[in-house]
């Protein structure tokens, strides 16, 4: 598997512009996380989906931010307008229903410089 | 709420020298604790994860982990560091209701290592 895939791996905007980060999870898994890293807060949870569901979105930020997930292999996190202080890395992470195997495969993160 | 502290931001060790990098987590119930590690622009990933039963886990690249639940620590260790563990390291706790890859993350560690 080629793991979870996240595009672009850079992104540069200017402020005010609709920023679109995406996610392809590991397919067979069931469970679907965003976070954000910083160096003020470090990593934080955003949101994450069940079986493409919403679960917990406590971690957004803002109404600025929307996170859909379509369907099993594919999800995305919409930043609009976007804003300097949004900066950051953007992980997007999958997982799958099961003690033994609920740990979570990180993809290799966006950078978002938003100018 | 559950917390992890990493109480050291940075660590410099030298090469083939021992390494114990520290995790104290607060948590309600029996925790599901977790070491990643982050190369450079890279993503997270997993070194080793506890879940139940013996509380000395192993993981990969020669660490380990002690889960000492009265001292609500979840300390890393390797016995000889090398170059190439040079990297930031994050200790996570998950949640273990729902899913345990809904995580928590500390600040993470800094190693920088020294030839």
């Known amino acids: 598997d080629a793991g979870v895939i996240q595009s672009p791996r850079h992104e540069v905007t200017e402020m005010g512009q609709e920023v679109t980060l995406r996610c392809k999870p590991i397919?067979?898994?069931?469970?679907l996380f965003w976070y954000r890293q910083t160096m003020m807060r470090g990593l934080e949870l955003l949101i994450y989906?069940?079986?493409?569901?919403?679960?917990?979105d406590s971690g957004m930020p803002e109404d600025r931010f929307s996170a859909k997930m379509p369907n099993a292999s594919f999800s995305t996190l919409k930043i609009q307008p976007s804003e300097p202080r949004d900066s950051a890395v953007y992980f997007c992470?999958?997982?799958?229903?099961?003690?033994?195997?609920?740990?979570?495969?990180f993809g290799q993160g966006t950078r978002l410089t938003v100018v | 709420a559950q917390s992890v502290t990493q109480p050291d931001i940075h660590i410099t060790v030298s090469e083939g020298a021992s390494l114990e990098l520290r995790c104290n987590y607060s948590?309600?119930?029996?925790?599901?604790l977790f070491w990643y590690v982050q190369s450079p622009g890279q993503g997270l990933q997993l070194l080793l994860k506890?879940?139940?039963?013996?509380?000395l886990v192993q993981g990969i690249k020669g660490f380990e982990a002690e889960f000492k639940r009265s001292q609500s620590s979840f300390n890393l260790r390797k016995p000889s560091v090398h170059w190439s563990d040079a990297a930031e390291y994050f200790c996570a706790v998950g949640a273990n209701t729902g899913t345990a890859s809904k995580l928590t993350f500390g600040t993470g560690t800094r190693l920088q290592v020294t030839l």
């Open positions: 992470a999958s997982s799958r229903t099961g003690r033994g195997g609920t740990e979570a495969f």
């Open positions: 948590y309600g119930a029996t925790p599901y």
């Open positions: 989906f069940n079986n493409n569901v919403p679960i917990d």
């Open positions: 506890y879940f139940s039963g013996d509380t």
């Open positions: 397919s067979g898994h069931d469970y």
